[in-house]
């Protein structure tokens, strides 16, 4: 017991977390932290991802195709006898997501598994944690501030401040350019892009809604070019 104050309820399909242990929920929920290194135990990239399965008694043999699996999922079974410590801030990154998918769970929660990152470790996990959500094999919930990631690839946010739901949706709807005064005010992040939208609609009466600077550039191009007339439909 730590103390505090428990409310409210939370269920995991039809688990009610207030009623089951620590050991239960470890098989449907998969944790991954802003530090990879808080998630190691283990002294080689294969031992850290059969551990999780091991204190499930899981048989070995399975223990063994779940290793295999993960590290493949992730792009790291070239390294599965190296020490995690020794690995890049992405690959660190990835060997955690690695030994969370061994255990097999319907949610992956990984909270601000960027922030600590550089460019490319960050591109590395964004686009991983995009392949297993496009494979539907678990369900994401992703917890970041970084606002151009979460707009590019995002399904759904929940914006909170202070605890409380301020804005939800898709990435397009709460990054529309008239709800970005309500979310600045709040101090909560938003896309570069999106920003770059609004100062333009202002200044020159447009509409535009970008997300990212990809589409942007598309978009802001194509407006450039001059209309063309319909080809004649004449023999």
């Known amino acids: 017991r730590t103390g505090g104050t428990f ?15 620590v050991a239960e929920l470890a098989t449907r929920v998969g944790v991954v932290f802003q ?21 499930l008694a899981v048989p070995p043999v399975e223990i063994a195709r779940r290793v295999d ?3 493949d999922r ?4 070239a390294h599965r006898a190296a020490a995690p410590t020794r690995l890049s801030g992405g690959q660190k990154q990835r060997v955690a997501i690695a030994a969370a998918l061994a255990m097999h769970p319907a ?3 990984l909270d601000e598994p960027t922030a600590a990152l550089d460019s490319v470790g960050t ?24 606002a151009d990631a979460l707009a590019a690839h995002a399904g759904q946010i929940l914006a909170l401040d ?22 600045r005010q709040r101090g909560l992040p938003t896309p570069v892009a ?35 007339s319909p080809r004649s439909s004449a023999p």
């Open 123 to 146: 591109a590395e996990v964004l686009d991983l944690l995009g392949s297993l959500a496009a494979a539907g094999e678990t369900t994401i919930i992703l917890v970041s501030q970084d």
């Open 194 to 228: 999106a920003e770059l939208a609004a100062a333009i609609n202002e200044r020159s009466g447009t509409s535009f809604a970008f997300l990212t600077p990809a589409e942007a550039e598309r978009t802001l191009i194509a407006d450039r070019q001059p209309a063309t």
């Open 107 to 109: 949610v992956l929660v």
């Open 74 to 77: 992730v792009g790291m079974s």
């Open 69 to 71: 699996w993960a590290l």
């Open 7 to 21: 409310g409210g309820r939370v269920l995991i399909g039809d688990w009610d977390t207030r009623r089951r242990s």
């Open 35 to 55: 530090e990879p290194e808080g998630n190691f135990v283990g002294l080689a990239v294969v031992d850290e991802v059969a551990f999780g399965p091991e204190n």
């Open 162 to 183: 202070a605890g409380q739901v301020v804005a939800s949706g898709t990435p397009r709807q709460v990054f529309a350019p008239d709800r970005l005064p309500e979310l």
